[in-house]
């Protein structure tokens, strides 16, 4: 099983609202990541996890606030967010520690946001 | 400074033809990883390839093929007679090692493949 799953698929929310972004894998993965995709632009990292514990913050805006509450989930809460957020947002996993050094990450199908 | 440059934004081809896809990165690492990403568009990023600096033999997996050289720099991609099912954007990305310790990947701008049938 090499499926990392993100839910939902697409998300149009408004610049008031609160919602999650949440991410999956049970391939026993110990380092995970959110990226950000603008359209016809590569993936851009956001923030990783290692071990359950946040390793990488690229600064980030604070609307944007990622949480691992155990080591197969990953969720990214948005809170008033801009349209120039919207994109494609893909969640990876990969082995992590000196074991996973350089090893693949393996990514989700991403959750298009859309914000109005 | 970008650290992997896939200089082709948009390659066009017919169906059959065969298509290399160029990366050339930079990095002052010893130790590194090389990745190759397929991006259909349904989203998805589907990993095809990770090679280790150490390990410069080239690899044919089917209709795919890669050519790494160290000496240029060079991570190469060739699809041999290309389907239209290859249509979709392809990354070429490079691990290195992160101040904090972990590796990575840090991608290239892509290169979208599409083929005619």
């Known amino acids: 099983d090499t499926e990392v799953t993100q839910t939902p698929k697409h998300l149009v929310m408004g610049m008031t609202n609160k919602k999650s972004l949440k991410c999956e894998q049970h391939?026993?993965?110990?380092?995970m990541y959110w990226y950000k995709q603008k359209a016809k632009k590569p993936p851009e990292l956001m923030f990783v996890?290692?071990?359950?514990?946040?390793?990488i913050n690229e600064s980030v805006p604070s609307r944007f606030s990622p949480e691992c509450p155990n080591s197969s989930l990953l969720n990214l809460h948005l809170h008033a967010l801009q349209p120039e957020d919207s994109a494609l947002y893909l969640c990876?996993?990969?082995?992590?520690?000196?074991?996973?050094?350089?090893?693949?990450?393996?990514f989700g199908q991403g959750t298009r946001l859309t914000v109005v | 400074a970008q650290k992997v440059t896939q200089a082709q934004t948009e390659i066009s081809v017919v169906e059959k033809e065969d298509v290399t896809l160029d990366c050339v990165y930079e990095?002052?690492?010893?130790?590194?990883?090389l990745f190759w990403y397929k991006q259909p568009p349904s989203g998805e990023l589907v990993f095809l390839i990770r090679?280790?600096?150490?390990?410069?033999q080239n690899e044919i997996s089917g209709r795919y093929s890669w050519n790494f050289q160290k000496s240029t720099s060079s991570f190469n991609f060739t699809i041999t007679a290309s389907q239209v099912v290859d249509s979709a954007v392809y990354f070429c990305?490079?691990?290195?090692?992160?101040?904090?310790?972990?590796?990575?990947?840090?991608f290239g701008r892509g290169t979208s493949l599409i083929v005619h049938p």
């Open positions: 990876a996993s990969s082995q992590g520690g000196d074991r996973g050094r350089g090893t693949e990450a393996f």
């Open positions: 391939m026993g993965h110990r380092a």
């Open positions: 996890y290692s071990y359950e514990k946040l390793s």
């Open positions: 990095t002052r690492d010893t130790t590194y990883y």
């Open positions: 090679r280790n600096s150490f390990d410069e």
């Open positions: 990305a490079l691990s290195e090692r992160e101040s904090g310790g972990s590796y990575i990947p840090t």
